[in-house]
């Protein structure tokens, strides 16, 4: 994916799930719909030289939330340029598949 804005991160994902259902940092009282990605700042990471920062990368964490524990979009998630898995955990019957992304 290389840098990228954080609205070209949104495309992406949506392309990858295949709808519009994707979030950014959405409120509590948001009612969403499933299959979904909910995604949002996580961490940066600068890198320094001769103590003046030389580069800085911002990490996305992403959620892919759905009832399928076996949700094809996991896959397609994890093979996006930079891209680590996380975890997964269930709450609620519903399943939540943790990535990290850099941009």
Same mark, same amino acid.
């Given at each position: ?19 519009? &259902? ?27 030289? &001769? &103590? ?42 519903? &399943? ?8």
């Amino acid at each position: 994916m290389g840098k990228l804005s954080r609205l070209k991160l949104q495309e992406t994902l949506e392309q990858v799930l295949g709808s519009k &259902n994707v979030y950014f940092q959405p409120p509590e009282s948001m009612r969403l719909k499933y299959p979904c990605i909910v995604y949002g700042i996580s961490s940066g990471d600068t890198i320094f030289a &001769n &103590n003046v920062p030389y580069k800085f990368d911002i990490s996305y964490q992403v959620t892919l939330i759905s009832r399928d524990p076996d949700e094809e979009t996991r896959d397609k998630i994890a093979m996006l340029p930079m891209c680590r898995y996380e975890r997964q955990f269930k709450t609620e019957d519903m &399943n939540h598949d943790i990535f990290r992304i850099y941009i």
